[in-house]
């Protein structure tokens, strides 16, 4: 039985969190034709992020400017789209894509200004805000806004733990471990990354998470 574009696109995500990126980008570029082909608009700007995503981590790990412009393109894309076909409910996930493009390349000003837009659109109350949340933190934080910044990475990881039981264990896991290991990162405070730690032990999908759990540590 054929695989239908959603099981791809499913497959591709997977293959993305597992860190097996260049099999990831080949099935995101078939999702992406096919959901084309379907003028799935919707579909196709999520899977554009998808695709910036495995781009960026390619140029974390590789620092090739490359990686970065096929990243920022794919962003660009997904919004660009977006606004065309005003597919609103995935409009706040394009602005944020486009706040971690400017992190990238250390513009932190920027960042929070798109960091901000995806907060202020983004549609209800789930964990997923809070992750949205202490990203524009980290923003601030790094842009000099210090007291803004650590109150929303704060209230970023308490908005995330508020919704621990209606959210999947995976993506509730990745969101809290990583607002842990910016506080820890920005802060200096170990507590922060042995909270990330434990997170990351327990659960042995975090396979990303844990190589840059290893980095960070370095530096304690």
């Given amino acids: 039985m054929k695989n239908t574009t959603k099981e791809l696109h499913k497959k591709a995500e997977k293959l993305r969190e597992s860190d097996k990126l260049l099999d990831a980008l080949k099935l995101y570029e078939e999702v992406i034709l096919k959901y084309q082909k379907e003028a799935n608009y919707f579909s196709l700007t999520e899977a554009l992020g998808g695709r910036c995503l495995t781009y960026k981590h390619l140029f974390?790990?590789?620092?090739?400017?490359?990686?970065?412009?096929?990243?920022?393109?794919?962003?660009?894309s997904?919004?660009?789209?977006?606004?065309?076909?005003?597919?609103?409910?995935?409009?706040?996930?394009?602005y944020f894509r486009l706040g971690e493009m400017e992190m990238l390349r250390k513009k932190y000003l920027p960042a929070e200004k798109y960091y901000l837009k995806a907060f202020e659109n983004y549609p209800k109350e789930e964990a997923e805000k809070g992750d949205f949340q202490y990203h524009l933190g980290e923003a601030q934080y790094r842009a000099g806004k210090t007291q803004i910044g650590l109150k929303n990475l704060l209230d970023g990881q308490e908005l995330i733990k508020k919704f621990e039981s209606t959210t999947d264990s995976f993506v509730y896991n990745v969101w809290l471990s990583g607002c842990n290991m910016r506080l820890a990162e920005l802060t200096k405070d170990k507590?922060?990354?042995?909270?990330?730690?434990?997170?990351?032990?327990?659960?042995?999908?975090?396979?990303?998470?844990?190589?840059?759990?290893?980095?960070?540590s370095k530096n304690f």
């Fill in 60 to 76: 974390l790990l590789s620092d090739d400017y490359v990686y970065f412009n096929l990243a920022l393109h794919s962003a660009l």
């Fill in 191 to 216: 507590k922060y990354l042995l909270e990330a730690q434990k997170i990351i032990d327990s659960d042995p999908r975090l396979v990303i998470r844990h190589r840059q759990l290893s980095k960070l």
């Fill in 78 to 94: 997904s919004l660009e789209i977006a606004l065309k076909f005003k597919i609103t409910p995935k409009i706040h996930r394009c």
